[in-house]
């Protein structure tokens, strides 16, 4: 099928410039400012189209907890936020720690409407296979507590995991982020810290070594802090101050944040209310909530970009995705600057059907998502075409 996106603005060599976008069957073939004849035009007239979103730290739940979410409720969601790939953490019910694991997870996210990758987990007993895994998006380890009991505290073990794997992608919280930025000096690998929260946090990350250590932000931690913290708006890391919140802004601008993943951890309303239970949802409303902060002037779209799109396809290498090019996989998204949406709960795709962000007013939206040349989400509507998993160069 062939499909030519008409009159939109594409942001390309620094600035946003009106083109064409050919897509023939599931690549980008060609940027131009001719019309050609093809099965389907979609004009973007006074719309802005950008590479899909690459949420590198979601967990869907499956298995073990798809009251929570599954692969296509969370994929469904993804779409409708702009997201066209993501990366699964491994804390599922079994956890994601051995090579059938893996392949059984494989098999389940294959009604997903979005494409996907895999995180896979660390344990006190698995560090000799880590070498052996096949295309991963990284080896994930548990400094700090989190959903699940994958933590992992023994030193000798910490480091023969941080030799072993080539990219760590760590959960670590205040003193872990030094010593877990210490254990990756030793080896030639990389490290990837999962949601930064503190401004102590970011002085730890040595700037010398920004070419191996990357940084991830969220979104709650960038639009929440400790003043709107409930029971139900609880998380881990958890929320800070407003200071802090600050500080990720500042570091943001700095080039000292790599990433913006939204730490997607969907739970029912009922479980949150209990106490007992850590995260929020956030695939569907990351993209929303970057786009309003252009709007307000926080935040350049090109920044946007590079923290969405770019960066999470170059510190993953993943194959293909992240830039509107020729020869790139299709999976776009058209996003309508001027759109103002309000979050509500009960329009939601996520299944846990709630969002820490409801009642907020967002300017700026996903319209129109494309995954693999083909449109999986339009104007509210989504479309069950299943996706396929990234591969990791």
């Known amino acids: 099928m062939s499909i030519l996106i008409k009159n ?3 942001f390309l060599n620094g600035g946003l410039v ?14 131009t400012s001719e019309r050609v004849t093809v099965d389907k035009v979609i004009n973007a007239m006074d719309k802005i189209i950008l590479p899909g979103m690459i949420d590198a730290h979601v967990h869907f739940r499956e298995p073990g907890y798809i009251h929570k979410e599954d692969f296509l409720s969370g994929s469904r969601a993804a779409a409708k936020g702009g997201v066209t790939t993501v990366l699964d953490m491994p804390n599922t019910n079994p956890p994601t720690v051995s090579q059938q694991l893996l392949d059984e997870k494989r098999e389940l996210a294959k009604k997903s409407i979005v494409n996907y990758g895999f995180h896979f987990g660390a344990t006190k007993d698995n560090s000799d296979e880590l ?10 380890v548990f400094m700090d507590s989190s959903t699940g009991s994958m ?6 073990i910490l480091k023969k995991t941080f030799q072993n794997a080539k990219i760590i992608s760590a959960h670590a919280e205040e003193k872990n982020v030094e010593r877990a930025v210490d254990m990756i000096l030793g080896s030639k690998n990389k490290l990837y810290l999962c949601h930064i929260s503190l401004e102590s946090e970011l002085k730890m990350v040595k700037k010398s070594m920004k070419h191996k250590i990357f940084c991830e932000a969220t979104p709650h931690h960038l639009f929440l802090s400790q003043e709107d913290e409930s029971k139900i708006v609880k998380m881990k890391p958890s929320l800070k101050s407003k200071q802090d919140q600050e500080a990720l802004w500042k570091a943001i601008a700095e080039n000292k944040i790599d990433t913006i993943a939204s730490d997607h951890a969907p739970h029912l309303l009922s479980e949150k209310e209990s106490g007992d239970v850590y995260g929020v949802p956030g695939v569907e409303t990351t993209l929303p909530l970057m786009l309003d902060a252009v709007n307000k002037n926080r935040i350049s779209l090109q920044k946007v970009i590079e923290l969405c799109c770019h960066n999470p ?3 993953f290498k993943i194959a293909n995705k992240g830039y509107i090019a020729e020869e790139y996989d299709a999976d776009i998204v ?4 001027n759109l103002e949406k309000e979050v509500k709960n009960e329009e ?4 846990c059907g ?3 962000f409801s009642g907020k007013v967002l300017k700026g939206c996903p319209v129109i998502a494309i995954v693999n040349g083909k449109i999986v989400y339009e104007n509210g509507n989504v479309y069950d075409i299943k996706a396929r998993e990234v591969e990791f160069q």
């Not at 058209?334 to 600057?337: E, G, K, L, R, S």
């Not at 939601?348 to 299944?351: A, D, G, I, N, Y």
Request: aromatic share 4%.
């Open 354 to 356: 709630w969002s820490p």
């Open 8 to 10: 939109g603005k594409v």
């Open 348 to 351: 939601l795709f996520t299944k």
């Open 18 to 31: 009106e083109k064409n976008i050919l897509i023939i069957d599931n690549t980008i073939k060609q940027i």
């Open 313 to 315: 396809a170059k510190i």
């Open 151 to 156: 933590q992992i505290d023994d030193e000798s």
């Open 131 to 140: 070498r052996k895994m096949q295309n991963i998006a990284s080896v994930k």
């Open 334 to 337: 058209i996003v309508d600057m």
